[in-house]
């Protein structure tokens, strides 16, 4: 009888990793025991899908930027530092949550990454 597959990471450690970037998010969601956890699973498909989220506005806000250069530099500089402030906090609650074990859902985000990890 062969023993069961042990991880050196908790549930809520591999959760909480997930966030730090796509990459362990999709390690996570292909490595075995990760991969067996929804709990995992649902932490990184949404950190996957914050990361996407993140990029597109940051790429949009940017070429508003470039076109808008002389128009309104000064408001678009605060709006990226808003923006960019938002998209922090709601990092390091998805973070926080992940590391006490629950399973926090961004609006339309989180139920997607429910729906992919089975959940």
């Known amino acids: 009888m062969s023993e069961p597959i042990s991880s050196p990471l908790s549930d809520n450690a591999a959760g909480a990793i997930a966030y ?27 950190s996957i899908f914050l990361s996407i989220v993140a990029f597109v506005v940051y790429f949009v ?10 128009f309104v530099p000064f408001l678009l500089g605060i709006l ?9 906090i709601v990092w390091i609650v998805c973070v926080v949550q992940a590391v006490n074990g629950k399973r926090f859902k961004l609006p339309v985000l989180g139920a997607l990454a429910e729906k992919l990890a089975g959940v």
């Open 20 to 46: 730090i970037t796509f990459l362990p998010a999709i390690v996570f969601l292909v490595l075995d025991p990760y991969n067996k956890s929804s709990y995992v699973r649902f932490h990184s498909w949404q």
């Open 61 to 70: 806000l940017t070429i508003v930027a470039a076109i808008s250069v002389f």
């Open 80 to 88: 990226n530092l808003l923006i960019f402030l938002a998209c922090f």
